[in-house]
Antibody
Framework: QVQLQESGPGLVKPSETLSLTCTVSGGSITNYYWSWIRQSPGKGLEWMGDIHYRGSTNYNPSLKSRVTLSVDTSRNQFSLKLTSVTAADTAVYYC??????????????WGHGTLVTVSS | DIQMTQSPSSLSASGGDRVTITCRASQSIVSSLNWYQQKPGKAPKLLIYAASSLQSGVPSRFSGSGSGTDFTLTISSLQPEDFATYYCQQSYSPLLTFGGGTQVKIK
């Protein structure tokens, strides 16, 4: 059974960079797409972007100038960097596996989520 | 962006009730619609994908229907473990978007 675990600082100062890593266990990171999704009271669930194990990326246009995803297949990990954060970026951040099916793309296997608070 | 609107935003129901949640897309998304269940403090869990396909391991009391712009999630007989928030998500557009959620509460 594939398991995902987010890790990273729970507190980030305004204007700094939020960095999170998702470690995949119980399966290989290869042959799949991997996503970051965040959830805040004000904006609900928001897809931030996804990355293929070979490194190709898709980003939410609303975040595109600030977000970078990367993958490390040797460590079975993928990562998120979000620059110039503000209080509006305070949210629970989830990593998830994105299944690109013939009729739909859906998020199967989620991490537990990690709360990141942006505050000085 | 394709906007997803769920209704109602919350509902109260009793065990054994039949519950229906609606999700409407701002444009046709054909059948590219998925449903998730989220319990407090937990990650969302996939229930239905491609509008009507039941994810493996999900009880058969859950079903999805619809196409185009209007979709429905039905719980045929509400069980205690079904009290949660439900979200729809479209994948017709490369910009994946979610509905605002429907909270199912105990009456």
């Amino acid at each position: 059974q594939v398991q995902l675990q987010e890790s990273g600082p729970g507190l980030v100062k305004p204007s700094e960079t939020l960095s999170l890593t998702c470690t995949v266990s119980g399966g290989s990171i290869t042959n799949y797409y991997w996503s970051w999704i965040r959830q805040s009271p004000g904006k609900g669930l928001e897809w931030m972007g996804d990355i293929h194990y070979r490194g190709s990326t898709n980003y939410n246009p609303s975040l595109k100038s600030r977000v970078t995803l990367s993958v490390d297949t040797s460590r079975n990990q993928f990562s998120l960097k979000l620059t110039s954060v503000t209080a509006a970026d305070t949210a629970v951040y989830y990593c998830a596996r994105l299944v690109r099916g013939a009729l739909a793309q859906y998020f199967h296997h989620w991490g537990h989520g990690t709360l990141v608070t942006v505050s000085s | 962006d394709i906007q997803m609107t769920q209704s109602p935003s919350s509902l109260s129901a009793s065990g054994g009730d039949r519950v229906t949640i609606t999700c409407r897309a701002s444009q046709s998304i054909v059948s590219s619609l998925n449903w998730y269940q989220q319990k407090p403090g937990k990650a969302p869990k996939l229930l239905i994908y491609a509008a009507s396909s039941l994810q493996s391991g999900v009880p058969s009391r859950f079903s999805g229907s619809g196409s185009g712009t209007d979709f429905t999630l039905t719980i045929s007989s509400l069980q205690p473990e079904d009290f949660a928030t439900y979200y729809c998500q479209q994948s017709y557009s490369p910009l994946l978007t979610f509905g605002g959620g429907t909270q199912v509460k105990i009456k």
